[in-house]
Each structure stands twice: as C-alpha cells, then as structure tokens.
C-alpha cells in the first residue's frame, strides 16, 4: 500500500484519528468505520494493545494509510513494555511498509532499516514548551526524519503562537503542536501553517493526549480539512474560552459564504495580553473577538476607536489594519437592537429600565439605553459597583435587595445567574413579573433562561440573549470581511449547538 499523506505540496493537511484499543480486533475495526466516514489517516497506538503484537498481520489488514506508534511511558504511553520488544515492533512496521512509523531520535538513530515507510522522529514534552523549538527541531531532523513531530505543553497561548511559526519555518514536513488548552490554537491552525496534519481524538472514548479535540469537532465544526495555506485567520481572546461558541458561528458563516477565512479559541491570560496582540498580528490573524476578562485591557493597544468604545470604556472587537488597531464594541448595539425589536413602537425615549448587574455587559447596555432616551436604574450585589456605573452614565442605582420595587418598563439580566449549569437560578423573583414588561435576558446558555420562562408565563415580552448574541456576532462578521452577515446561518449554528448540548 502506498500514500502520499505526509507531502505538504501534494496533498492537503489531514487529520489525524488516534486510535488507542486493547484488543486488535477492535482497532480494526475502528480503522475501517473511520475509512468509510472519510477519514484519511489513523495514527494506531500499540502501547494500548493487551497481549501479543503480530505488527506485519496487522498492518496486511490495515483499511488505509497508518502511522505506527509504540510510546514509552515516558512519552505518554499507556503499558510499560521490554525496550528490545518494543524497537523490534517498530522495526516490524517498518519491514511492513507501514506509511510512517514514529521513532524516538534514540530509536531513529539505532534502527538503520529503509523501506518505503516514513519515518516520523517525535519528541514529547508535558512539562512545558522549550525556548529554542529550532534547536530542538534541528536534532530530530538530524535522527533520519521524514517527518518531525514535536509535542510540548503550551503554558501560555504565546507557546501555541511559537509553536506554528516553527512550523511555518520548518522546510521538512513538520507537526508541531502543543497540548492543553492553550495549545488548541497549534492544533487547529496546524495545516494552516503548513503541517501535513494535526492528530485528533476518536469521537468514542478519551482523548490520548491532553487538549486533543475530537476529529468530527475538527473536521464539521471548524472544517479543519477545507482551510487553505492563504485563509485570513480570526479569533476569540479570553480566559477562560473553553466555552465560548464564537468560533462555532463566525467559522460556520465563513463556511456558508465560501470565504477562505478561518476563526479559532486563544485562552490568553491577562498578564499576556498586549505581547499576545503584537504576536498574534505579526503571525497573520486580521481581527479578534474579545470577552471577560479583555474587553478593557486590549484599549492600550487601539490605535482607533468607535465612540461607544470611549463612552463605554471596553470594546469586544479589535481589527487589525495595517498599522491600525481598530476597536468596536458591537455588544451595545446588538443589545439596542435586540430590545427595540421587542418593544412595540421600537422606542425607548422614556421608558423606565431595570439593569440587573454591573459589569461588562451591564457597562455597554446601560450606555446604549442612555443613548436611547431611557431612564436607568442599575441593581448589583455590589452596591458600589452599581453606583460608579450610574454616576458615570446619568442612571440611578439601588441595593440588590430593592430590586423588586423598581416596577421597570425593560428588565435586563447582565448578571449570569441562570447560565448553564445552574439552570434553576433566576435573579429576579416570578411574582414581580407583569405582562406589561420587555424582559431581555443577555444570558444566551440555556436559551430559556428561567427568568424567560418566568417571564413568558406572567405574559410579558421576551427577549433571548440569543438575539444579542448573533446580533454583536454579526456586526462582527461584517467589520471581519465587509460583507452582509449570513444572519440566519450563524443563529441556527448557535441554536442547533446549544440544543445538542441539551440547553
Ligand atoms: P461581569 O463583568 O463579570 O459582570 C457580572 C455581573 O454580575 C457583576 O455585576 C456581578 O456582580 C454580577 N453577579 C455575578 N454573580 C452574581 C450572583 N450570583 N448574584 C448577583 N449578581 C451576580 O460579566 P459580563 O461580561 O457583564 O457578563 C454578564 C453576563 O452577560 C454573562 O453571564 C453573559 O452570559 C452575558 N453576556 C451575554 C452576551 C450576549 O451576547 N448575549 C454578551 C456579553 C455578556 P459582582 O460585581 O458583585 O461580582
């Protein structure tokens, strides 16, 4: 059997499905669903494998193109094995003609045996991210490699960032990635960068390696496969990220429009922050989402801003051009729009708006309802927080406890009581609801928040956080490609997520 996957002038980058079973049988198996769900390189590991190895049976049966792996426990493998055993194993694969084999530099050094095989020289580290990733990349390529795999623990999204110019750098054919949240962006931007592939999980079972998405995830939602050498790359910034949903619809509206762009998660720690940005932009990426904890801290690298973002003092969406770095805040908007939708007459000149909370969110849409003629009174468990905001823009506060004197017009949750998991917490009591509220609820997860459902049963207005979301998605979209947002596209993105997650 013969493959070109590991020529990165040839051939796409792919993806790479590990798998890890006990029984053979089973690996089999495994490989030949995955075959037949398009799945074109499968990384077999053999340290999982209970009981004797037949490496050439094996491989006589193989279903399609594999790279042979027996890790050490040292590097991540799951049975400790004799040394002598294992080399022989690898040199089994090799006299097989499996399409690659994967070597320590040790092992690479020793084993002298050719065949049409590939040999990937790999090196793990789960202790962090070495400095000099060229040196580093250096000594395996001098091991005999046709392939170099260099595995490392990112601490920091910057080791990601080092990591892909590595690979960028690299004239052999390389896999550089790192592990553990902040290594995902080397693993999705793998082929981007010029990997011949990026390792992925089996969608049954445990990643075999921390930070490993699964390959349906990287392949259906982020369409790993389709992103080119020259896509324009996009992302979201915040700490924690895990469980934003902007890559799911900005990628998805890429997707539906046939742009060659492509958007992925940075967990960036504040202390990071401004080195990340210049790193990020010398590395290629045109503009980024930003949330908690960012929105305030990314001002001292704008060059421009929109007024919202100096009225508000916190932007959510930076664009990088040229040597500009443009700031929006389309939270505001997208909340002003998603109420006056609402409301009958599309006005709030006058009305009276209860803002629960006094954060970020809080921040952007008491700006907006300011701008827009309504009276605000601004309620926060911390009193002095609520105060500060309404000093600043012409609102009222009261003490959280007094909330439910307020009798509002428009009720604004900006507080993340609700959000999944807690699903049963409201922060506002049912019998202070009446029909003849807009009730918005900014918390987009679950979509009928209990406050919605409270609120729809006492007959009032409701407006889901959804709305907001898509709507500041959108207005991203547009300032990210100069284009109309595929508006429908990225709500049923995010609804169809988050009713397979069962919210
Ligand atoms: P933030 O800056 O952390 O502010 C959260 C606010 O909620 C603070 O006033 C905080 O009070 C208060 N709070 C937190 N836990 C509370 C509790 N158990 N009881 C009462 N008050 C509580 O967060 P943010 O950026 O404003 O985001 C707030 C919510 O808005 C999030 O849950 C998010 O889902 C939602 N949001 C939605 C969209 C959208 O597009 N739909 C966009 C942005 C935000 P303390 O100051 O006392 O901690």
Redesign the pocket.
């Known amino acids: 059997m013969s493959d070109s996957s590991g020529s990165r002038t040839t051939d796409g980058s792919k993806i790479c499905v590990v798998l890890g079973h006990e029984r053979v049988s089973t690996l089999l198996a495994r490989h030949r669903q995955l075959v037949a769900e398009g799945v074109g390189l499968v990384e077999w590991r053999l340290d999982h494998l209970s009981g004797p190895v037949d490496v050439a049976g094996m491989l006589a049966q193989r279903p399609g193109p594999v790279i042979v792996t027996w890790r050490r426990p040292d590097d991540g493998g799951k049975r400790a094995t004799n040394e002598e055993l294992r080399v022989a194993k690898l040199h089994a694969a090799i006299e097989a003609e499996a399409e690659y084999v994967d070597l320590e530099p040790d092992v690479a050094e020793k084993l002298t045996l050719r065949s049409s095989s590939r040999r990937i020289v790999s090196i793990h580290d789960f202790t962090g991210t070495p400095d000099d990733l060229q040196w580093l990349h250096a000594r395996l390529s001098g091991a005999g490699a046709d392939v170099v795999k260099i595995a490392t623990l990112a601490r920091s999204a910057s080791d990601s960032l080092r990591m892909l110019r590595m690979v960028r750098e690299s004239r052999l054919p390389t896999v550089g990635l790192c592990m553990g949240e902040f290594g995902l962006p080397s693993r999705l931007l793998a082929g981007r960068f010029g990997a011949p592939w990026s390792y992925a999980a089996d969608t049954t079972g445990q990643p075999l390696a921390p930070g490993q998405l699964d390959w349906r995830t990287m392949r259906d939602v982020y369409g790993y496969e389709e992103v080119s050498p020259n896509a324009e790359l996009y992302g979201v910034i915040g700490d924690p990220i895990g469980h934003s949903k902007s890559p799911l619809i900005h990628n998805a509206a890429f997707r539906a429009l046939g742009l060659d762009k492509f958007y992925v998660p940075f967990r960036v720690l504040p202390d990071e922050l401004l080195g990340f940005l210049d790193d990020a932009r010398a590395l290629g990426v045109r503009g980024l989402s930003v949330?908690?904890p960012h929105?305030e801290g990314i001002l001292a690298r704008v060059t421009e801003a929109e007024d919202a973002v100096r009225a508000i003092g916190a932007a959510?969406t930076l664009v990088f051009d040229g040597s500009k770095v443009c700031a929006w805040n389309t939270?505001c908007r997208?909340?002003l729009d998603s109420l006056t939708a609402a409301i009958p007459g599309s006005s709030l000149t006058g009305k009276r708006a209860l803002v629960?909370?006094?954060?970020?969110?809080?921040?952007?849409i008491v700006c907006g309802l300011r701008q827009a003629g309504a009276q605000v009174t601004i309620a926060?468990?911390?009193l002095a927080?609520?105060e500060e905001l309404a000093s600043a823009l012409d609102a009222q506060a009261v003490a959280?406890e007094a909330r439910h004197d307020v009798r509002p017009d428009v009720l604004v949750?900006?507080?993340?009581?609700g959000?999944s998991p807690h699903v049963d917490?409201t922060?506002f009591d049912a019998p202070a609801l009446s029909s003849s509220m807009v009730v918005f609820d900014?918390?987009?997860?679950p979509q009928w928040t209990r406050l919605l459902v409270d609120a729809r049963a006492a007959g009032a207005t409701v407006v889901t956080?959804?709305?907001?979301?898509v709507?500041?998605a959108a207005r991203q979209f547009e300032l990210f490609t100069g284009r109309p947002a595929p508006v429908e596209v990225m709500r049923s993105a995010l609804v169809g997520a988050a009713r397979r997650s069962g919210s």
């Open positions: 949330t908690i929105k959510n939270d997208a909340a629960l909370g006094a954060g970020g969110a809080a921040k952007a926060a468990r911390t927080r609520a959280w949750n900006c507080t993340p009581l959000m917490a922060p900014t918390v987009y997860n956080g959804i709305e907001m979301f709507r500041q």
